[in-house]
């Protein structure tokens, strides 16, 4: 077990199995000393945490929620890296990019997308921190009020 499993361990997660595509595409894909996520929805256990719009209301995704979702995001993504690269102690994440399914009024994305960057950093210190996007969209695939996906290196 390395460095990233003990924090894992730590904070009472586990990877999770890589999320199958709901079209045609693969989750991951490595080039050189790069791999590349695809989007990742906050899927556990083969479904949806939640779905709809993040905003401030009745019938919304709260900001909080939608801050635990993007780090479901972020623990799917990497456990795409995971079935490119063996350990995951040995990656760097380079760029993030979060979508979030806003309501007209929500301009909170930066603080949503800092569920998957926080978490990124607790799991791998240094080799956590990124550039980063944080983007409000419409809408996302299967009405997912987050969407994450990752850049690495890897060392």
């Known amino acids: 077990m390395g460095q ?3 924090r894992l361990a730590e904070l009472g997660l586990v990877l999770p199995p890589v999320a199958p595509p709901v079209a045609a595409y693969v989750p991951a894909v490595r080039s050189g000393a790069y791999v590349y996520t695809s989007g990742q929805l906050p899927m556990v256990d083969g479904a949806l945490a939640a779905t709809g719009k993040v905003g401030e ?18 623990l799917n993504a990497l456990a795409a890296v995971h079935s490119q690269v063996d350990d995951l102690d040995r990656i760097r994440v380079v760029k993030v990019v979060g979508f979030v399914a806003s309501d007209p009024s929500f301009v909170g994305q930066p ?28 809408t996302l695939p299967l009405d997912a009020p987050v969407e994450v ?4 290196e890897v060392l």
Request: contains cysteine; glycine residues 14%.
């Open 149 to 152: 996906e990752l850049v690495v």
């Open 4 to 6: 990233v499993d003990d």
């Open 111 to 138: 603080k949503v997308v800092n569920g998957a960057s926080e978490l990124l950093g607790k799991l791998l210190g240094d080799n956590g921190i990124h550039a980063r996007s944080a983007v409000g969209v419409a």
């Open 57 to 74: 209301g009745e019938g919304l995704v709260s900001p909080e929620q939608a801050y635990d979702l993007a780090a479901t995001c972020a």
